[in-house]
């Protein structure tokens, strides 16, 4: 079992991969702060009220777009690093987006099964 993780999770050794991690996580954070905030003022009054299924939808949506923002963020991160003469890793972005890709599959269970 210790070796299969180990090899599952080897490749996040690598390279600056933790790095990315944070990064992406911190992207991940900030944005879906800011995005739900702004969504609730905005939004707020066309969701009929304060409602559970109206503010859970507002969560997720705001976790999919600061997802997306995060993945944006890596593949950027990765084409300043080519110019620089680096090859492309699509492992760095997978690194990158690892935490977020979690946080939002877990939340959206969460909210289907509640």
């Known amino acids: 079992m210790k070796q299969l993780i180990k090899k599952l999770f080897g490749w996040m050794k690598e390279s600056n991969r933790p790095a990315h991690m944070k990064?992406?996580?911190?992207?991940f954070v900030i944005v879906l702060i800011v995005f739900t905030l702004l969504g609730g003022i905005l939004l707020n009054p066309l969701l009929e009220g304060y409602s559970y299924e109206g503010s859970s939808r507002l969560f997720i949506l705001a976790m999919i777009q600061a997802l997306i923002v995060v993945?944006?963020?890596?593949?950027?991160?990765?084409?300043?690093?080519?110019?620089m003469g680096c090859k492309w890793d699509w492992l760095?972005?997978?690194?990158?987006?690892?935490?977020?890709?979690?946080?939002?599959v877990?939340?959206?269970?969460l909210v289907i099964l509640a």
């Open 92 to 104: 760095d972005i997978a690194a990158g987006c690892l935490g977020s890709v979690c946080i939002t």
């Open 23 to 27: 990064a992406g996580n911190t992207i």
């Open 106 to 109: 877990f939340t959206i269970l």
């Open 71 to 83: 993945f944006i963020a890596m593949c950027s991160v990765e084409y300043i690093q080519e110019r």
